[in-house]
């Protein structure tokens, strides 16, 4: 079989030539392209191109192992590998239920930049997601790349930062992150259970630290590794400057201009890199239905930790999927 590797703009790229309804597709030789391609591009689009549940987890294990979802309220109740991510018109039941207004248009299921648990030691290495019902109005995800964002810095700014490591903390709700996400967001409506479920999940989550600069260890490439949701300071920097610094850092990551937003069909899928790319939701209008499957995908990131050790649970600590 013939894989071809197209680049898209501004970064990623979408393969073409293989036929993921064919369980044989997926032999060694394909594999290995895959692979490669993800290490190069950070994401890989697939048009068309997933038709089953089946196939997205054969997909799903080109690059990794996938792990159960966290939240069983959103698992697929036929297979805990697959996480639903449904919005429905007119639904407000949702524990965590919000409609934002944001650039002057109300949306559920708004996402600012982010990469997935970044409020735990050890974070996830990618996830595929899958389209099955497309949003008829907005519903895209944004993808930027944190290798790329690293290399537009100025030298002076990456001396700077190169060893310094950030510090998160779960925030209670998307409208309380102070870097990288829009002035102008307000909450118009929230379930009522979903503060308490969101300063639940803050209190189980204790503060964790990340290297603000990690090397893609395939590559050799540096990559800026930050995420503005959860992001709450530069360790041992005073508060001020250290405002300033994420403030400046976070708006340079998340600069529209260098993300690639993908518009979604049928049977689209997009496997992103986590170690790598930041991404986010544009969400739909309250009255849109939008429904994907989404398979998360382990690695073996030992670069986190927690902020004081002692939070360290005696226990594997629960996961929470973001």
């Known amino acids: 079989m013939s894989l071809t590797i197209r680049p898209l703009a501004p970064f990623g790229a979408e393969v073409l030539g293989i036929d993921l309804d064919d369980e044989a597709a997926l032999d060694d030789e394909v594999r290995a392209g895959l692979l490669s391609a993800w290490a190069d591009h950070g994401i890989l689009l697939f048009r068309n191109a997933l038709h089953s549940e089946a196939a997205h987890l054969r997909l799903s294990r080109v690059f990794g192992d996938p792990q159960p979802s966290a939240?069983?309220?959103?698992?697929?109740?036929?297979?805990?590998?697959?996480?639903?991510?449904a919005q429905r018109a007119g639904d407000t039941s949702g524990e965590t239920y919000t409609l934002f207004?944001?650039?002057g248009q109300r949306r559920?299921?708004?996402?600012?930049?982010?990469w997935d648990q970044s409020f735990t030691p050890a974070i996830v290495r990618g996830a595929l997601l899958r389209m099955i019902t497309p949003a008829a109005v907005d519903g895209r995800t944004g993808f930027i790349d944190g290798a790329a964002a690293w290399e537009r810095l100025d030298p002076a700014m990456q001396s700077r930062i190169d060893g310094l490591e950030v510090v998160y903390h779960f925030t209670g709700a998307q409208e309380q992150n102070r870097f990288g996400f829009p002035r102008d967001l307000r909450v118009v409506e929230r379930n009522p259970k979903a503060?308490?479920?969101?300063a639940g999940y803050r209190r189980e989550f204790p503060p964790v630290v990340h290297p603000l600069v990690i090397t893609q260890h395939e590559t050799g490439r540096k990559v800026?590794?930050?995420?503005?949701?959860?992001?709450?300071?530069?360790?041992?920097?005073?508060?001020?400057?250290?405002?300033?610094?994420?403030?400046?850092?976070a708006d340079a990551l998340?600069?529209?201009?260098?993300?690639?937003?993908?518009?979604w069909q049928a049977d689209d899928a997009i496997v992103w890199d986590n170690w790598r790319v930041v991404h986010s939701a544009t969400g739909v209008p309250p009255d849109v239905d939008r429904l994907a499957q989404r398979t998360t995908i382990v690695g073996d990131y030992h670069l986190g930790r927690y902020l004081d050790p002692a939070d360290k649970p005696a226990q594997p600590p629960r996961r929470l999927d973001d």
């Open 254 to 263: 998340v600069d529209p201009r260098h993300a690639y937003f993908h518009t």
């Open 108 to 114: 559920t299921g708004w996402l600012g930049w982010h």
């Open 101 to 103: 207004e944001v650039g």
């Open 71 to 85: 939240v069983k309220r959103i698992n697929d109740e036929h297979n805990p590998y697959l996480m639903k991510l």
């Open 224 to 249: 800026l590794k930050l995420s503005p949701m959860h992001a709450q300071r530069i360790l041992g920097m005073e508060p001020q400057a250290s405002d300033q610094l994420l403030t400046e850092l």
């Open 195 to 198: 503060d308490a479920a969101l």
